[in-house]
């Protein structure tokens, strides 16, 4: 047996799936779903605009060999993202919260990073171990710009109060004591894929060892016929949520067709602050090389947050309180999969972690990698790529290419 089973063709099975076919084992990759790209999926619409079905996927790295790994399969064009916060009297404000934000919130002015450093002193509150969102937040801008910025919309995305929330999930914000306003401040790479995400993994899966079988589940009869499986799908899931379930949060996605001219300054995202149903609006015709077709109209995408169970089990952030327990329930989840030793759980709901794109491919390299040189070392590879290709697994149709057009 030579074939390696891949589950799921987001970010994680793709990375994997290719990594494996360059060292020469044949791969098939299932996805339940009829597309390939994961939760990056995006397509070109009615309206002439490139849309990410499932939200918008902003790729930013300082990660070298990320960004030299993802640009061996495509052209990326740089695309710097910028958000605004509407406010509940309906100003729109600068986030990440920078010194145009303070004087803008507070109508002060803050001619310096140091004013702002000393402002925001007597904001915030002296908490020697933060133990949660709501006490980070605190000990950073205060109560205040907590309460404006921060509370409301974390109740709605994540149906939690700032209190249960884990701090690692709102320190992703950065806070600037200066002007600068991208929302990925520190990131040497913000880029963006020219032909779309699709495309790119068109590209990637395009391997002679590499076929693709799509809206195909998982069942775990399958495992038979493979020396390995890579899967990505909820480990909950995989053991028939034998001790738990493990929550997800979910977006439902309200696209709305408007004038070429709807909206004003040049931020791509609005995320609105206030005690409504919805987080934020993104605008794609902000997003470099998402107008592939300019008519007179555009498409702009609205988020309403939700539990999974609520949109047909759609799994997009994995959910981490500040008492851990999930976590706890994950680890135990993990402990039964360091038993089965012929499967590597990849990815989000593999992991049961909230990654961005690079740390999934980075994580993933990683994790592909050290097996394939561990196989290397028990001396178990074939020698070339295609040396095993007369041994087809023979329980589902795969497809050596995808060649989907959406998205290209
Ligand atoms: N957040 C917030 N207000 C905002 C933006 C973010 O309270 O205007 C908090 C919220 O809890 C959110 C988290 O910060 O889930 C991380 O935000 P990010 O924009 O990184 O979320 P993502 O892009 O992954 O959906």
Redesign the pocket.
Same mark, same amino acid.
């Given at each position: 047996m030579t074939r390696i089973l891949v589950v799921g063709c987001g970010f994680a099975g793709a990375t994997v799936a290719r990594e494996l076919a360059d060292a020469g084992w044949e791969v098939d990759m299932i996805d339940q779903r009829s597309h390939i790209a994961g939760n990056a999926f995006d397509e070109i619409d009615c309206n002439g605009i490139r849309i990410h079905r499932y939200?918008?996927h902003?790729f930013h790295t300082s990660n070298k060999r990320v960004i030299d790994w993802i640009a061996r399969f495509g052209e990326f064009v740089t695309y710097e993202h910028r958000?605004q916060?509407r406010l509940p009297d309906g100003r729109c404000v600068v986030?990440p919260i920078n010194r145009a934000t303070i004087n803008d919130v507070f109508g002060v002015t803050l001619n310096d990073s140091e004013a702002v450093r000393a402002f925001l002193l007597t904001q915030a509150v002296d908490i020697a171990h933060p133990a949660n969102?709501a006490e980070y937040l605190a000990t950073k801008v205060g109560v205040i710009l907590s309460d404006l910025?921060?509370?409301?919309?974390?109740r709605k995305?994540?149906g939690l109060d700032?209190e249960d929330?884990d701090a690692s999930?709102?320190k992703?914000?950065p806070l600037r004591y200066d002007n600068e306003d991208r @929302?990925f401040p520190g990131e040497t790479y913000q880029v963006m894929p020219r032909l779309g995400y699709t495309r790119l993994f068109e590209v990637i899966l395009d391997h002679p060892c590499i076929r693709v079988c799509l809206n195909q589940s998982f069942d775990a009869s399958m495992l038979r016929g493979y020396v390995h499986c890579f899967n990505s799908m909820p480990i909950d899931a995989f053991f028939d949520y034998r001790i738990g379930r493990l929550p997800y949060r979910s977006i439902r996605f309200h696209h709305h067709t408007v004038r070429f001219d709807y909206g004003c300054g040049s931020a791509a995202t609005i995320?609105?602050?206030d005690a409504g149903p919805l987080?934020?609006e993104t605008d794609w015709t902000r997003i470099q090389g998402h107008v592939v077709r300019q008519g007179p109209s555009k498409t702009i995408t609205r988020e309403e947050p939700c539990d999974y169970s609520e949109n047909n089990h759609e799994r997009y @952030?994995p959910v981490k309180t500040s008492d851990g327990r999930y976590q706890v329930l994950y680890s135990r989840y993990k402990a039964l999969a360091a038993a089965v030793a012929n499967v590597s759980f990849i990815g989000r709901c593999g992991t049961y972690q909230?990654l961005?794109m690079h740390q999934v491919i980075s994580q993933s390299l990683a994790h592909v990698s050290a097996w394939i040189d561990q196989r290397r070392s028990s001396g178990s590879v074939k020698g070339s790529p295609l040396s095993s290709s007369s041994e087809p697994s023979g329980r589902f149709a795969c497809t050596p290419n995808i060649g989907l057009s959406a998205g290209s």
């Open positions: 939200g918008p902003l958000v916060a986030l969102a910025f921060f509370r409301p919309y974390t995305m994540w700032l929330l999930v709102v992703r914000i @929302y995320n609105f602050t987080t934020r @952030y909230y961005d």
